[in-house]
């Protein structure tokens, strides 16, 4: 009967990812690549897709990405989401304390020392162990819905774990961990778009994205630290029970945390927390500290703001003051206008700092930063350095308000607000700064490789008007080159070899060079290897694109549109023209026979070579390459060590052939 064996499965594809995700995110030990990790999730996707009545609540499949939202539905908390009083100083830490115990006289008090995590506080609904939703804490009162972002987050479960309240609140905080932050930037950086200033604004501005898909990538996790709403059930009565209960049910909790009962043990552990806070995954500024037994919070009471049984004392960050004594705007290769701090130089942790980003208007309004202003500067999330503050009490009144020009700085054209990036950005096409970037981007070694035209040597080139759009790099002749500030005829050659060299580039290297946004080089890598010429990738329609692994339906748009704008064609031409390899010239994805058209193939278990190569093969020869074995597969190609793919092929009665079997119908 199919839909037992369907059903058992389902449950065995459960349990394998459910074990997968722990040795991923508990032992940081995974046994297998994301790819074959996320075959499995296809194959249950699949399975439950043929038998919707196998599908449940806290199946995986459940975080698969969901359609794009339009906006994200408002939501009232049932208990208010707090804030905390915070101080930088240990005296009034104790205040603090000696305050709390004037307010319950004669009681022994007993204090939880957490880290302070730098994340965006949530709040997590379980009904009868079930995520039912996330928000974020808004106003305190009323926050956004951002469930459907929250269930690609693989580290917060969808199912609680043992006996638990029929209806229980948790709070706590997303945060990007600190290497996908700085892998993030890196990123965007490459590609042009605006970086976000610490870990925290890109966690922030990750739940905000309505294309989950792109949440999923970015690798947010989650800690919990409290409760909210608590019905039907017993829930933990103290901080420290509640930080064992949470991780016990199954929730990621802070990695360490102390009790003390006096000032002097809280300043003990404020002490030791401060010395292994760099080892978080997370970014930690201070540490809260609570009242351990809730009775006694209740006792405390509250402001209509925040808890009086707690308090946040923040760790001093590596700052310094010094005079902004001006802003510039700088053009990136999108068109994003980013404001620029141009400071008087001051030292911070070891390094010389005389420029920091501002990020955009709204920060810089947000801060009241002016021109002319004393400001404090800090480097965030210890790599870019941003302006954090100003010290008010050094205005004289002569400081001047700055506002993001209506222009582009660089060509003069009028610059358009980009609410979906919280951008202004300039939109010709002909922005020299824009150009000079994309030359920089086109040429980088990532890209197309060329070497010597690095930023200088762009900056050069359109500054004497030898290079005013792409493809006049392939139009350079030796004399112009020549007659630039220190180019040597050797120098000249040597450029123009690399240009040269450049036209046989494979097809992934120019999609790459071309700055689509979203297009990274692994993106591009999939489209060459999906559509083999960049002439089917510029015609393939967004349903098209979309097919293509990693590629979502707004990177998808993106790309069809970049290919539908009439410059964009242009220039597509004139590099047809140059000579330039449109994919044609790729030996590895140039089709090379029928033999496999209208096959099914599933590659499993440890082969001579990578995967990616096999199933490459396996497409130049015409034929399919899919991630989960169904009775459409036309044969299972099995490696060493091949587990559930080999026996469930079996079982369909699935033909299953080795490396050599493959390689052998292929013979010319
Ligand atoms: S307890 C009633 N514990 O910091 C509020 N908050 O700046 C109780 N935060 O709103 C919050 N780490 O979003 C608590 N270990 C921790 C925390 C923490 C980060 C956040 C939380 C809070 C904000 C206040």
Redo the contacts with the bound molecule.
Sequence with gaps: MPALNASSRARELRREIARHDRLYYEEAAPEITDREYDALLRELCDLEDAHPELRAPDSPTQRVAGKPLEGFKQVRHRVPM???D?TYSLEEADEFMARVERLLPGIKLRWTI????DGV?LSLTYREGLLELAATRGDGTTGDDVTQNIRTIRTIPLKLEGDVPDLLEIRG?VYLPKKKFAALNEEREKEGEALFANPRNAAAGSLKLLDSSIVAKRGLSAVF??LGAVEGGKAPQSQEELLHWLKKIGLPV?PKFWEADDEAGVRKAIAALEKIRHDFAFETDGA?I?LDEFRRREQAGSTSKA?RW?M?YKYEAERARTKLNSITVQVGRMGTLTPVAELEPVPIAGSRVARATLHNEEEIARKDIRIGDWVFVEKAGEVIPAVVGVDLKARTGKEKIFKMPEKCPSCGSKVFRDPELTAIRCINPDCPAQIRRRIEHFAARGAMDIEGLGEAMVDQLVTAGLVAALPDVYALKAGEVAALERMGEKSTANLLAAIEGSKGQPLWRLLFGLGIMHVGASVARKLADKFHTLDKIASASVEELESTEDVGEIVAREIHDFFRLPHNRKLVESLRKRGLNFGERDERTAPASQELAGETWVITGTLSRPRDEIAELIRRHGGGVSGSVSKKTSYVLAGEEAGSKLDKAKSLGVPVVDEAALHERLKP
């Design positions: 707090q804030s905390l915070n957490e880290p302070k995590v506080a905080e630290y409290g802070v809260v609570k808890p707690a946040a």
